[in-house]
């Protein structure tokens, strides 16, 4: 397989789908293919995810199609892929358990749009050569990539957990919570979860306040099982002034969480909070601290 440029001059998504699978298998078509769909109209403005195929061929190719209600601009970061090759969450990074994403990046953002690949490091990402035999495309209402199953470390018939999201303040995602599962063999069970031992990870964000009015304290929960409860204390120096507690609820590593405190009447000055994640097995994260500066 050799790798596909973007699609610009393609007049159909239909046509910009055969083009690719035409990279992919060759002669014949994909020997598997799943659907998975995703509601229109809970995506914003911009690039609302309506669905995903993952398709294969006898080869080992891995064909991702993601579709859009509305088109594609190509200036923009577009959608990405995150994969759970072992389908466990406890594991890899801090979105859902994934150890590999594959990314499509605008033409805003690099010299020319491309995709980009990255591998799991830690909690996090880290960007890696792309291997032979990956490709990518783009059709006006969908973005394609498409990986060999080798690279993957991938058994023949092994399945494994996927999650789509956007690139955008407010992401749409696909699912909505937590990850697909895919099983090239159908009716084949997903693999039985041990005891959740990792706790989460927690980011915290400076903030501004006014006295009298709701304060907006940020921050990100990463969980690989997707449900976490939190537990924000507010501090005015050495002294605690609050403390709120959130219930358990799903957590999305593709977005900022958000907790008001109203201000108290009169107060100004440096204020801090702190946050800690709890999650639903009852690990706890490390204290994340950041500022509060009321007016």
Not at 205 to 224: C, F
Not at 283 to 290: D, E, G, T, V
Request: neutral net charge; charged residues 20%.
């Amino acid at each position: 397989m050799r790798h596909l440029r973007h699609l610009r001059t393609v007049a159909s998504s239909a046509l910009a789908c055969a083009l690719v699978a035409f990279c992919l298998t060759g002669i014949g078509g994909a020997a598997t293919s799943t659907t998975f769909s995703d509601p229109v109209g809970d995506g914003g403005t911009w690039l609302d995810i309506t669905g995903v195929d993952v398709s294969e061929d006898d080869d080992g190719g891995i064909m991702f199609q993601v579709h859009f209600a509305g088109r594609v601009n190509w200036d923009e970061d577009g959608p990405r892929i995150a994969l759970d090759l072992d389908r466990n969450p406890d594991t890899g990074s801090g979105y859902y358990g994934t150890e590999v994403e594959v990314a499509f990046e605008g033409e805003g953002h690099a010299r020319e749009g491309s995709a980009v690949l990255y591998r799991a490091n830690g909690w996090d990402f880290r960007r890696v050569t792309p291997p032979e035999g990956w490709g990518w495309g783009l059709g006006p209402h969908e973005v394609d990539f498409f990986l060999q199953r080798s690279y993957l470390g991938l058994a023949p018939n092994a399945g494994f957990n996927l999650v789509v999201a956007t690139t955008a303040r407010n992401p749409d995602t696909a699912p909505n919570v937590g990850t697909f599962d895919y099983e090239p063999v159908p009716g084949a069970p997903p693999p039985q979860l041990g005891q959740d031992r990792r706790p989460p990870r927690v980011f915290a964000y400076d903030s501004r306040g006014t006295a009298g009015r709701p304060a907006k304290l940020d921050y990100w929960v990463l969980e690989g099982r997707g449900k976490a409860r939190q537990m924000i204390r507010i501090f005015k120096g050495h002294r605690r002034v609050a403390t709120i507690s959130t219930p358990l609820r799903n957590v999305s590593p593709f977005r900022v969480v958000r907790t008001q405190w109203r201000v108290p009447r009169g107060a100004h000055g440096h204020f801090g909070f702190s946050v800690r994640s709890i999650d639903a097995a009852g690990n706890k994260s490390r204290l994340a601290w950041a500022s509060l500066d009321v007016r």
